[in-house]
Structures are given as C-alpha cells and as structure tokens.
C-alpha cells in the first residue's frame, strides 16, 4: 500500500520559511503530478502548487513568488518551500500525488502556523 509522509511543518513567525517535504513509501512506478494542498479551519482543501513529472508547475496566486515546488523523480518525493509567510498561510498542508494507473494517494498532513 503506497503511503505518503509530510514532514517539516511547525510555528514560524510571519516573513519567516518552511521547507516541507514528502516521501513515499512503497512505490515501484513514478508519480504523474504530485502537488501540495492546504485546509484552514472551516475552509475547503485549495490546491497550493503542483508538478509533473517533466517538470512543469503550476501554483495559487496567492503563493507565486513565494513558494517552490520541486520534486525528486528518482525517489519520487516532493518538497515545498515557502519564504515570506504569512498569518493566512497557517493550515494543514497535505502532499498529493497520483499514478499513471489513476489512483490518487494523499498523506496525513503537516500543521504550519505563521504567527503575527
């Protein structure tokens, strides 16, 4: 069963990084897109950036400029960076990814919390 695990989320002050990172655990195939989300409290699951395996990525208006995505085909994880935060970046963010046979894995979820 393929599992993927967030690490590297935590409190930091506003204008302050975070580099989350995500692994998976028993996988033979590589990933197609794997991407980042986020949940607040009482909001909806918003995708926050994504990328292909060539390379091409995609992110939220509201964090370009600020985050970046990348990922490791060979080891098939994904990082996140995320420079200048800000108190609206506080959520639970979670690591997607799907594989070429259209399954859709996620993982348990890391807190970040940008304090003013």
């Known amino acids: 069963q393929v599992q993927l695990v967030e690490s590297g989320g935590g409190l930091v002050q506003a204008g302050g990084s975070l580099r989350l990172s995500c692994a998976a655990a028993?996988?033979?195939?590589?990933?197609?897109?794997m991407a980042w989300y986020r949940q607040a409290p009482g909001k909806q699951r918003d995708l926050v950036a994504g990328?292909?395996?060539?390379?091409?990525?995609n992110y939220a208006d509201s964090v370009k400029g600020r985050f970046t995505i990348s990922r490791d085909n060979a080891k098939n994880t994904v990082a996140l960076q995320m420079n200048s935060l800000k108190p609206e970046d506080t959520a639970v963010y979670y690591c997607?990814?799907?594989?070429?046979?259209?399954?859709?894995?996620w993982g348990q979820g890391t807190q970040v919390t940008v304090s003013s």
């Open positions: 997607n990814a799907d594989d070429p046979f259209g399954n859709e894995y």
């Open positions: 990328i292909t395996s060539a390379g091409t990525t």
């Open positions: 028993r996988v033979i195939f590589a990933f197609k897109t």
